[in-house]
């Protein structure tokens, strides 16, 4: 399992941007911060609440959500349902759990991807990993706070909001 230290693989995937087109999504974007999330299914009920909400990291980071689910299911997913149908960040399409695989992140009875969440620095290095269980949402606002955090460069205590002092 890739954890946090190691350099997240870079592989290509296809997606759905926010027009819903059908784009080449690289993993990682060069010199930029980036929160790659994963999600188990297309067409589910907790998904599209955990997708709303990571948009909100995107002025601070580039953000792709992924699942198993192919480029063609989430373009239909994103017409029919409300929640995400104007999302502003990508959704991937990891076909074959490659990607998910790789990361050790597959649940094994289910054969879907966890609740994983991984914040990336510039140089492709995973500085945060935090994985739920299936029937767990996560929550968007911790994931934006631990991200400026990361980005403050100094010792951020528990709980450490944006404009805090430094521990230490």
């Given at each position: 399992m890739y954890s946090v230290g190691d350099t997240f693989p870079a592989l290509n995937l296809q997606g759905v941007n926010e027009l819903n087109d059908i784009v080449h999504v690289d993993v990682l974007v060069p010199s930029m911060w980036?929160?790659?999330?994963?999600?188990?299914?297309?067409?589910?009920f907790i998904c599209p609440t955990e997708i709303a909400a990571m948009d909100s990291l995107k002025e601070e980071a580039d953000?792709?959500?992924i699942s198993g689910d192919n480029e063609f299911c989430k373009i239909a997913w994103?017409?029919?349902n409300s929640l995400i149908r104007d999302i502003d960040h990508i959704l991937a399409a990891d076909c074959g759990l490659k990607l998910s695989e790789k990361l050790g992140i597959v649940d094994p009875q289910e054969n879907v991807c966890l609740r994983a969440t991984y914040i990336i620095d510039p140089d492709?290095?995973?500085?945060?990993?935090?994985?739920?269980a299936l029937?767990?949402?996560r929550n968007a606002e911790e994931i934006?706070?631990?991200l400026k955090a990361l980005?403050?460069?100094?010792?951020?205590?528990?709980g450490w909001s944006e404009g805090?002092?430094?521990v230490g």
């Open positions: 980036s929160v790659v999330y994963f999600y188990p299914k297309d067409f589910t953000v792709i959500g994103k017409q029919s492709g290095v995973i500085q945060h990993l935090s994985i739920n029937d767990t949402g934006l706070r631990t980005k403050a460069g100094g010792l951020t205590g528990c805090d002092e430094f």
